[in-house]
């Protein structure tokens, strides 16, 4: 070809000039483990499920929740909701409102009949569930979905353990908790109501059961001395949140005092307000601070006109209600000391919620089991000292939430599967985790968090409608999208467009992105930019 | 600002794409289609600030006028770097002048074009500082004055970076360069010299002048959009980091350009026939120390001693852009108290 003036060679492309060779380091894309996700007891995906939410597709989103916890309306509602405590936003503005999108999507699932789909294979395999709490429940969803057949045996007269039997319908309405646990039996397990196990192991022969899982949860309450007149109306927490389910409510009069500091307490107190009595009072031995019930409980139960008294004993109970109460004070440990200055206060009833206690008689003869603390000790495989024998929940030592027992529920389920195959179940490695230090915040638009809506006071104090409020589907949308997809790519494209070498190639939507390290010089400017830590820039030769 | 501003999807605006928005509101440079006019293989530096906001600018460009478009470009890295005999890395059209002559070239390709009667072929001139304000500058008022139908990009990295970091009339006071040395009483440049290449370009009131940043892209190809717009002598000044020259981290490239935008050390703004029409407010103003610290070229502004002095006067200089171009909002300066 004829070529220009003092012109010798053609025109070539700089792609003949690999620069990649200039690296030292190289770019790496690798998810990180989002502090939510590490933080859920439940071991839910929740930056993954976020990401379907982000797009509005909240099926999907919901579809990935439950791969993990079957029971999002319910854990909407009463999870105490560690994983916000956790959230990386929460050092920005606010944490992201991870249980009300939650809720949001249960909701969804149950106003659209979302069904789990039915699992793929049948093991033949046979197994035992011995209670229907939330642990209960949970393993049951998960053995049905790795394909085993799940008999539950439940003592009581309806499922739901304490998520019926303790937590208020103010908290937790019965029609959500009723479509979620049924939509767990449609599954193909099944549920025998009534049927208390009295002894484990004639259960599981007469059943031809190859394995169990235990989750009795603990319903005996604990009671403290006090020395009671005859007449004297002396209840337990657990005899006072069971009889609302009955016909009959409980007859606890206009003057009531709790005696304890959990959530319990609370509970019993704010049912009492809806009862009718116009005090209800709870006695603590310790401060505020030191209370077991969380902060937004207590807000919600001083607004409703509960009081509390702190630093307080009771010491007895006349025949005609009038409690003798010492006040207390702390010592240097934080331990509350008598002061010997007394008071009295008049009650029609007094309740005790002091905690519980695991009636553990199902287990007696259970030959390699070990007890300590009055819980059963299991391996971290949730498995009893009795080979086939699981346990979880309340009955095991554990914070005793809803979620953890969900979240014991599930990993039994995976150790079971395996145990039934002869195997070890081995958990993925988990990644390193995306911490705030690793984002780059400035790509986030400002957003403070979505406020729930809350019951008027009014039907607070004297019905037992729902108090806190859902999302919508806008609020629930600009929720999600408050997410900052902590340590995995949300498809920004920022490292696509930051590279000064085109050395990102941009794989298409849903696909992610790959480097070229032909041309990659290792700058770093993509894992700077990138805005939720999902790069690191690794040595080359390592 | 002539970006739109999406309020709210996560990220709003400020990534370069986001999954969530429609493919028409997310920029040139999250399409995978996009020109790549500045091809990899290109030997500029580990994260070149000057070969991303060439490629920022000119992909946008491409995209504004159907890819029917024509560069010449001055002697300086981006030339240098680009285009070693005989390979290119460009993807388009493109003429490589002489240090000071690009704008006279470029006036002629426009004139070449009007009398073929090719007015669907746009002209871009592109160099770097020392180029545009220094050696190039005749050239440059003189298209200016006479409206030649040419869009000029300078690329500000505040130095002669192709022969070795040496003073140009866009560095800064204190910056120490190979000819501004940090040593004697008022060690780096001097304060007070070196002029504003955009200002004088308002003072033509030629159709359209705009600065730009390498850290806010959509803000960039927006200007690029509204410049393709318009004919007649049309200038946009983009701010671009030197790894090497100014000695800061490879990736820290578009971090330093935040910086200089949210301290005010860098005004972002556009202006038609010669009035201001728009500023890029500040998000979360910040110190100049904070600009300062991470870079060599100032590094003796922090040890052995502090020269509070020095970085005061900068600090003022940022100040007085503040408040000449109403860099920060009332409403976000209260939120900052
Ligand atoms: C008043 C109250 C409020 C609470 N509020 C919250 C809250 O808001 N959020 C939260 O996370 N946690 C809360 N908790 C704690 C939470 O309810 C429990 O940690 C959780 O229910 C434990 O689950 P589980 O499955 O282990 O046991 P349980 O829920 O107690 O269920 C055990 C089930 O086993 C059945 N059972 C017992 N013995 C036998 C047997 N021998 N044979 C067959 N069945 C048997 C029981 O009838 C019961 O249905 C609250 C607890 C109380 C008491
Ligand atoms: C007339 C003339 N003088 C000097 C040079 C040497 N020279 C080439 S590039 C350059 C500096 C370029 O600086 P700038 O325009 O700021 O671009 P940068 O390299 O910094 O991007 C110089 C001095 C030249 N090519 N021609
Ligand atoms: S921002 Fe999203 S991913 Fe990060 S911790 Fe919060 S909910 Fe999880
Ligand atoms: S920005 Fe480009 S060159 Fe730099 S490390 Fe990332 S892929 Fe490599
Ligand atoms: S920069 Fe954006 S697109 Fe790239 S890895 Fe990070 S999140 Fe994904
Ligand atoms: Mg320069």
Redesign the pocket.
Known sequence: MEKPFAITLDVGSSLANKTGSWRTYRPRYGDRLPPCNNACPAGENIQGWLYHAESGDYEQAWRVLTQDNPMPAVMGRVCYHPCESKCNRGELDQSVGINSVERFLGDQAIKLGWKFAPPATASGKRVLVVGAGPSGLSAAYHLARLGHQVTIHEAGPLAGGMMRFGIPKYRLPRDVLEAEVQRILDLGVTLELNTKVENIEASMQAGGFDAAFLAVGAHIAKRAYIPAGGAAKLLDAMQVLRGMEDEEKPMLGRRVVVYGGGNTALDVARTAKRLGATDAIIVYRRTREKMPAHDFEVEEALQEGILIKWLSTIKNMSDEGTLTVERMELDATGFPQPTGEFETLEADSLVLALGQDVDLSLLNGVPGLEVEGGVVQVGPNMMTGRPGIFAGGDMVPSERTVTVGIGHGKKAARNIDAWLRGEVYTPAPKHELATFEKLNTWYYEDAPKTVQPTLDLIRRQSSFDEVVGGLNETNALFEARRCLSCGNCFECDNCYGVCPDNAVIKLGPGMRFEFNFDYCKGCGICSAECPCGAITMVPENA | MTATVIKFYQTGTHTVGNRLLDPSQRSVQADMRRTNSLNSGHRACQGCG?ALGARYAIDAAMQACDNQLIAAN?????EVFSTPYPETSWQIPWIHS???NTAAVATGIAAALRVKGRSEVRVVAQ??????TD?GFGCLSGMFERNDDVLYIC?D?E?????GV?R?SATPGAARTATTPAVGPAPGNVFGQGKSLPLIAMAHEIPYVATAIVSELRDLEAKVRRAMEIRGARYIHVFVPCPLGWGTRSDQTIAIARLAKETGIFPVIEAEHGELTAVSKIRKQRPVEDYLKPQRRFAHLFSPAVNTAAIAQIQALADRNIRRFGLVDAAAAAGAE
């Open positions: 000057e001055a002697t300086g890295c981006l002489l240090f000071g160099g770097g500082d020392g180029g545009t050696i690329y990295n130095a002669y970076m192709n022969t040496q140009s």
